[in-house]
């Protein structure tokens, strides 16, 4: 089972677009979206939800006021002013168990804290992961983690590709999805902002020994940067699969919820694609 991890340094660089017009050409591989903190790959790609699972991504300790002495060490032992004497801040509350080891009256337990939803569906291009963290809930590198496992058993089931829509950044969400990848393919655009996150990506993947390849999206918005960022890319010994120029046509299809799929900015990302494929 091979696996094409789609990332960016930052958001906005057309990441997500480019994921969606590559399950249009993926010979029905098993989709996922990882940006579990923004998920929108699910707009282009519309799919029919069959089956959803509940998410509990931390804990949380409730108090069993009858036994609840008020002695105060829990307040006394929490880094984070929780707590008070038995009475529990549930917004600054980090789950980490300090007054449930402490608690000399045995008074509390951790609980489950509901964080947010895995769903699977089909698509017309192929089955498709997804999720979506309640709103101020962590552990979005766990959630994304569960997303790709659930991705990866159909894709070894049905013997299918996994195509990746990953977050943006290089923070533990990054990880989570880079993690046992076949390629990363990094989008970037033709600032000094992307070359910057281009290279963080590639110490990273470096790091974590996944393949990188790179293709540069908007390219033609700064000719001069696209020519500094491939020649980078040389410097590095990393892939350049090729620049996706900028065009309107991209903006109106996101507009219909489409993914791109014809004119100039289609056919590029159809050459990126068929390379990246050859380099699994
Ligand atoms: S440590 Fe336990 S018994 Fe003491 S105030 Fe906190 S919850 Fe109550
Ligand atoms: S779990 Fe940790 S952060 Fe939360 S109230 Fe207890 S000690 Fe404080």
Same mark, same amino acid.
């Not at 992961?129 to 058993?153: C, D, F, H, M």
């Given at each position: 089972?091979?696996?094409?991890?789609?990332?960016?340094?930052?958001?906005?660089?057309?990441?997500? +677009?480019? +994921?969606?017009?590559?399950? +249009?050409?993926?010979?029905? =591989?098993? /989709?996922?979206?990882?940006?579990?903190? !923004?998920?929108?790959?699910?707009?282009?790609?519309?799919?029919?939800? @069959?089956?959803?699972?509940?998410?509990?991504?931390?804990?949380?300790?409730?108090?069993?006021?009858?036994?609840?002495?008020?002695?105060?060490?829990?307040?006394?032992?929490?880094?984070?002013?929780?707590?008070?004497?038995?009475?529990?801040?549930?917004?600054?509350?980090?789950?980490?168990?300090?007054?449930?080891?402490?608690?000399?009256?045995?008074?509390? #337990?951790?609980? $489950?804290?509901?964080?947010?939803? /895995?769903?699977?569906?089909? +698509?017309?291009?192929?089955?498709?992961?997804?999720? @979506?963290?309640?709103?101020?809930?962590?552990?979005?590198?766990?959630?994304? !983690?569960?997303?790709?496992?659930? !991705?990866?058993?159909?894709?070894?089931?049905?013997?299918?590709?996994?195509?990746?829509?990953?977050?943006?950044?290089?923070?533990?969400?990054?990880? =989570?999805?880079?993690?046992?990848?076949?390629?990363?393919?990094?989008? #970037?655009?033709? #600032?000094?902002?992307?070359?910057?996150?281009?290279?963080?990506?590639?110490?990273?993947?470096?790091?974590?020994?996944?393949?990188?390849?790179?293709?540069?999206?908007?390219?033609?918005?700064?000719?001069?940067?696209?020519?500094?960022?491939?020649?980078?890319?040389?410097?590095?010994?990393?892939?350049?699969?090729?620049?996706?120029?900028?065009?309107?046509?991209?903006?109106?299809?996101?507009?219909?919820?489409?993914?791109?799929?014809?004119? $100039?900015? =289609?056919?590029?990302?159809?050459?990126?694609?068929?390379?990246?494929?050859?380099?699994?």
């Amino acid at each position: 089972m091979k696996e094409i991890v789609v990332l960016s340094g930052k958001g906005g660089t057309g990441k997500t +677009t480019l +994921t969606g017009v590559f399950a +249009t050409l993926g010979q029905r =591989a098993v /989709l996922a979206d990882a940006d579990v903190d !923004a998920s929108n790959l699910h707009i282009l790609l519309n799919p029919v939800k @069959e089956y959803e699972e509940p998410f509990y991504g931390s804990q949380q300790p409730v108090v069993d006021q009858n036994k609840c002495t008020r002695c105060g060490v829990c307040t006394q032992l929490c880094r984070f002013d929780a707590i008070d004497h038995g009475e529990v801040d549930e917004l600054n509350c980090e789950g980490c168990g300090v007054c449930f080891h402490g608690c000399p009256e045995k008074a509390i #337990t951790m609980e $489950p804290v509901l964080s947010g939803h /895995l769903y699977r569906g089909s +698509t017309p291009y192929g089955p498709f992961v997804w999720a @979506e963290l309640g709103i101020a809930q962590e552990a979005s590198g766990k959630l994304v !983690a569960r997303v790709k496992e659930v !991705a990866r058993e159909i894709a070894r089931q049905e013997d299918r590709l996994l195509v990746v829509d990953g977050p943006p950044g290089i923070g533990c969400p990054v990880i =989570a999805s880079v993690s046992g990848a076949s390629l990363v393919l990094a989008v #970037t655009e033709p #600032t000094a902002a992307g070359k910057h996150d281009l290279g963080r990506l590639l110490s990273l993947t470096r790091h974590f020994g996944v393949p990188l390849a790179v293709c540069l999206n908007k390219a033609t918005l700064d000719e001069e940067m696209a020519d500094k960022i491939e020649e980078f890319c040389r410097e590095e010994g990393v892939k350049f699969l090729g620049r996706i120029p900028f065009a309107r046509e991209v903006v109106k299809a996101l507009i219909h919820r489409q993914p791109v799929t014809e004119g $100039p900015v =289609a056919e590029a990302m159809q050459e990126v694609w068929r390379r990246a494929l050859s380099l699994l």
